[in-house]
């Protein structure tokens, strides 16, 4: 059974830093891109970043670009997202996904697997 599983959320002031990691189990997707993508409340959910396959290959969205960073340790089938300069806008459930393809993508229908989400806060 394939999951994925983020961690790393939580309450943080403006400004301030949270780094939330997916670690997959059940099968490897060091030959997949990884993408992180985020929901706000009464909206829908939104691309943040995404990885290739090799980690070299990195890709975000305007509104993170600049303050947020992904990464991959294929060793231990894990994705990182690095946030800093956290602005209450950033404020959503944060979902891990593994991709169909080796590049990064924005498109969500290039993932086949889903975590559960990771709720990050972010207070004025």
């Known amino acids: 059974q394939v999951q994925l599983v983020e961690s790393g959320g939580g309450l943080v002031q403006a400004g301030g830093s949270l780094r939330l990691s997916c670690a997959a189990s059940g099968r490897t997707f060091n030959n997949a891109a990884m993408g992180w993508f985020r929901q706000a409340p009464g909206k829908e959910r939104t691309f943040v970043a995404a990885i290739g396959w090799s980690g070299i290959n990195t890709y975000y969205s305007v509104s993170v670009k600049g303050r947020f960073t992904i990464s991959r340790d294929n060793a231990k089938n894990t994705v990182y997202l690095q946030m800093n300069s956290l602005k209450p806008e950033d404020t959503a459930v944060y979902y891990c996904?593994?991709?169909?393809?080796?590049?990064?993508?924005?498109?969500?229908?290039?993932?086949?697997?889903w975590g559960q989400g990771t709720q990050v806060t972010v207070s004025s």
């Open positions: 996904a593994a991709g169909r393809v080796p590049y990064s993508s924005a498109n969500d229908g290039d993932y086949s697997h």
